[in-house]
Every structure is written in C-alpha cells, then in structure tokens.
C-alpha cells in the first residue's frame, strides 16, 4: 500500500510503498477514506518531538474497518471509524479510575513490525495511528464509531481539531452559561473550541487573531466578537469588551511568547487561562505567585480536551459542530508533499469540479492546520 513516510527530522513527507501486517487480537484494519493534516504533524515531522524515524504521521483518520483480530468487542466489519491519538491500555490504574488520558501503559496499544518498509525494515507509527495512507492498523481504544451517513472528511476532524478545541471549552474548562470567553488563536483548532462556547451557553464569546479572514470565519462560528490583536491591545480590548472586568476563561491556541502572557493579563479575577497551542514548544510563562493568588487566577495544561469523540459525535449530529466548513482543500496521497521546502508542507489546491478518489486529505480554511487523502 502507499503511504507518506517521514524518514528524518526536517526532511518532508514522501509517499513509498509499504507493507502492513494483518490484525490481531484487538487491532483493526481500517482502509482510510479521510486524512486531516494537523498543524501537529507538520511540527512532528520538522521537530524531534520523541518519535522513531522512519515514521508515518496521520492521526485525524476516518474509515471503514475492514477486517479485525480475534480479541476485538466494540467495532464490527464495515463499521465506519474515526481515531484518537489519546492510546490507553484499558488496565492500569489510571484507565480503570476514568483518567485515560493519563494511562500508565499507552505502549500496549501497539507492537512492532506492523508497518515495515520495501527492503522489509520497520516503519513506526506516529500516535499509534499512521494515518497518511491507505490503510491503518489500530487498536481498537483509539477508535470510536460514527453513522454511517456522516461523511468522511467531517468525521476524520472529529478525532483531534473537534475533541480539542470543544473539549477544551465544554470538559476541561466546564464553561457555564452566561459566562465569558476569549479564544487567542482561531485556526481549525480555535473555530472549534468558539462552537464549543456557543454549545456552553457563553454570553460573551471573544475571537482573537491578526488575520481577519480567520475573524471572519471565527464569526461564522458563533464568535460574538473579533479582535485583530496585531491592530489594537487585544488584552485592553477583552477589558472593554467585559466591562472592566477580563474573561472567565482565556484558552491560548497559538502558544508563542508574549501571547501567553497576554492571555493571562485579560483574565477576570478568578479566570482560568488554558494553554493548547504549541507553535513554539519552547515557549514559557513567568508569572508570580502573587498574581495567582491575589487574583485567584489559574493556569492549566489541556491535552485532546478530555473529550471523547462519542461526545462530540452527538453535538456534530444535532448540527451544532460544524465541522463542514472547517475542509478548506483536498488532495490525494500522491508524490512528495514538497521537495523544495521539506520543513514545510504545501499542498496543491484542487479545484472542486475534479474527481476524487477514495481516500482524501484536507485542510482547513485559513489556518494552515490541517489537510490531505490517499487516493
């Protein structure tokens, strides 16, 4: 099968031939029909973030389950799937208490040789996932079922930009009614966590961002407000905007110097400022312990959210996640993504009357978060 190989840090996504084992006990073999390219990805493969090379990247994956392993209980063949890079065992303390998300044992979601390459070597697989190809083996944890009829690259973005950034608002922060909300960051990420506060009942939902096409889009959203922080002090905007008094809830998408900072600066007494974006993960905070407990403010690291995709399934179905207008391009799995620049991921746009095949990669509109398929 063709998949989209990373074999050194840096050196760009290359499409090559591999082989995929057979699954057993609890894998399952998905053929994936949508791929979402998240911003993720990209540092991934520019960044040593942890991962073995050779490695395939891919981890907003939708599919049909084709064949499973004798173990598995909870999908069936020709279920459609989505996956989630959160890898638990289901056993340890911690999966058994409710915190998958902190699971002692997430290596048990995975084995060697599953991907091994044409000289026979072994292919990682990034997340437990390998979503950049034309089939999948995954465990069964990382998958959730999705109606039939929820089409494909709607369901692929369920798996990380959705169950992030709704998450985020709805699980982690608990945003209640009535309470107020600023969103630094309104990539496909960001535009989730906005329709995650409309869902909370927010009363005030602040969209920051120095682009105003993402403003634009982050309105159609549901953001009741826009601040284009490279035009104005966008920390005295969310001031004004709440009468003197900050947000409840700030939730940092960008992750860069300065901006997280920021985020805290335009926090209400009480607020919490919750960090999701790493677009430099180097990036630090210095605050004092005074500010924290004279101002009763908070800072909390939130990874996927903690929000299952069955969960935000059911918001997508009622309509109220609307995951459509995230896809901005599409293209196959084909070729190198971009020898010129292989730091950088550049797709080429394909233009809406060309046929499609199978399997699609997306990306989002005015974010550069995520993209691609593999047909």
């Not at 692929?156 to 992030?164: P, S």
């Not at 909300?181 to 939902?205: D, F, L, Q």
């Not at 960008?254 to 920021?262: E, I």
Request: hydrophobic share 40%.
């Amino acid at each position: 099968m063709k998949a989209s190989v990373v074999r050194e840090f840096g050196g760009g996504f290359h499409t090559e031939d591999v082989t995929l084992s057979d699954p057993v006990g609890r894998e399952v073999l998905v053929e994936v029909k949508a791929s979402g390219l998240c911003h993720s990805d990209e540092l991934a493969q520019s960044t040593n973030l942890g991962f073995d090379v050779p490695v395939v990247f891919g981890h907003e994956v939708a599919g049909i389950v084709t064949a499973i392993g004798d173990q598995v209980r909870d999908v069936a063949v020709g279920d459609h799937v989505v996956g989630c890079l959160v890898q638990y065992c289901g056993a340890c303390i911690q999966c058994l208490t409710g915190s998958v998300n902190l699971c002692l044992h997430p290596e048990a979601t995975v084995r060697e040789n599953r991907i091994t390459d044409g000289e026979g070597r072994e292919v990682n697989q990034g997340m437990g996932l390998g979503g950049f190809a034309e089939y999948a083996l995954i465990h069964e944890n990382q998958l959730a079922k999705v109606p039939d009829a929820m089409p494909f690259p709607q369901a692929a973005l369920l798996g990380c930009g959705v169950v992030t950034g709704a998450g985020a608002v709805m699980n982690t922060a608990k945003v209640q009614p009535g309470q107020t909300v600023a969103i630094i960051g309104t990539g496909g990420v960001g535009t989730n966590a906005i329709s995650g506060a409309v869902i909370a009942g927010a009363s005030r939902i602040i969209a920051i961002d120095v682009a105003d096409d993402k403003l634009t889009n982050a309105r159609h959203f549901g953001a009741t407000d826009t601040v284009n922080s490279r035009e104005v002090d966008a920390v005295q905007a969310v001031k004004d905007l709440t009468g003197g008094l900050g947000a409840d809830f700030v939730f940092d998408f960008v992750g860069a110097p300065g901006v997280t900072r920021s985020g805290f600066d335009m926090l209400a007494q009480g607020g919490g400022l919750y960090l999701i974006g790493v677009l430099d993960p180097t990036n630090s905070i210095e605050l004092s312990s005074f500010e924290l407990l004279g101002g009763r403010k908070r800072v909390e690291g939130v990874y996927m959210g903690w929000l299952d995709q069955p969960e935000a399934r059911h918001p997508h179905d009622r309509g109220a996640l609307p995951a459509g207008p995230l896809q901005a391009r599409r293209t196959r799995l084909q070729g190198d993504l971009d020898r010129r620049d292989p730091g950088r991921l550049r797709l080429p746009p394909r233009p809406e009357d060309q046929p499609r095949g199978d399997h699609e990669l997306l990306t989002p509109p005015a974010c550069g978060d995520h993209a691609f398929s593999t047909g």
